[in-house]
């Protein structure tokens, strides 16, 4: 659906500006972005959460609908002029007029949750909504970036509870869009006298209804201490197996050759759609009845640096 709400690209023009953007949340999976004007490039802005956004636009040349379809990217831009048509019908499209139109190509899924075993389910879930951040130039422009800036999200207090029970009935999802980017930092802060176990998932979404398994990375189990701590955690797309003893000609690692990298995640491998940050109370411990709670910091980025 075309979106209300989304900015006029003619008052762009009209101002004379160097650039559109469109800068919003994502609403739907089925978000529609018009853009009257034509542009010389456009890419990906630095405050997106997609990774990818798919155009739709009027080819004079096509031989079918005369529509042409370019996929835009974070590190793979449409870096050549394009034009918006505005008043020349799409052929077959009820009488669309020939703007360029943008949507999601990353798959988009609002209200994910975790699939879990009826014991299992977390006891609430905050599902970050992602943003698009889509520009197109107006002008002839120097360089186009080919990461997007590092964001960082912050929840100070974040709660889960103990019901008695030894499953995560009692625990908090925390689901966070990430899009293509390459590496998440995450730091925990833990109150005195506070004992948790938080574990990490990577999750991959498919087409239709189907709410795929999230694939499980590694916990942080933390006793309770008499004092404030903070640990840190480090997920890397390129992280793999590392090898330590063995010759290493086999095509396969097995386990008397390989060993997993650094704790806690030990196998995080490659990119997903979204990450999910589960906190519950800590097996062996004895919780205090009630909430109890933890502060994250969470830091995502394009770059392994």
């Known amino acids: 659906m075309t979106l209300p709400n989304q900015p006029s690209s003619v008052d762009a023009v009209l101002a004379n500006q160097d650039f559109f953007r469109i800068f919003q ?3 739907s999976p089925g978000d529609i972005w018009e853009i009257d004007n034509g542009a010389h490039a456009v ?3 630095p405050n997106s959460d997609l990774a990818k956004v798919r155009l739709a636009y009027y080819q004079r040349a096509a031989a079918l609908n005369q529509q042409e379809i370019a996929d835009v990217s974070v590190n793979g831009p449409f870096a050549t002029r394009i034009d918006a ?4 019908p799409y052929q077959g499209l009820g009488g669309q007029k020939g703007r360029i139109l943008a949507y999601p190509d990353d798959i988009v899924d609002l209200a994910y949750e975790r699939p879990t075993s009826a014991l299992s389910v977390p006891q609430r879930r905050y599902n970050v909504v992602p943003r698009i951040d ?3 130039a107006l002008k002839q422009i120097p360089d186009i970036p080919q ?3 590092d964001r ?4 100070p207090r974040v709660p889960f509870q103990n019901l008695g029970e030894t499953d995560t009935n009692g625990s908090t999802d925390i689901v966070i869009p990430i899009y293509g980017r390459r590496m998440v930092t995450v730091q925990i802060v833990t109150p005195a006298l506070v004992a948790h176990e938080t574990s990490f998932f990577l999750a991959a979404l498919q087409p239709g209804t189907t709410q795929p398994f999230a694939k499980f990375l590694g916990s942080v189990l933390k006793p309770a201490i008499a004092v404030q701590d903070t640990d840190s955690v480090v997920y890397r797309a390129s992280d793999q197996v590392s090898q330590i003893t063995g010759t290493g000609t086999t095509d396969a690692p097995s386990t008397f050759d390989y060993t997993q990298e650094s704790q806690p995640l030990p196998s995080a491998k490659g990119q997903a759609d979204l990450l999910i940050i589960n906190v519950r109370p800590a097996y062996g411990e004895t919780p205090p009845p009630g909430y109890s709670m933890i502060s994250l910091f969470i830091q995502v980025s394009d770059r392994e640096a």
């Open 147 to 149: 990461v997007r800036a």
């Open 134 to 136: 889509l520009i197109t």
């Open 152 to 155: 960082t999200l912050r929840f």
């Open 25 to 27: 949340p994502v609403t």
């Open 85 to 88: 048509l505005n008043v020349t």
């Open 43 to 45: 890419y990906i802005g």
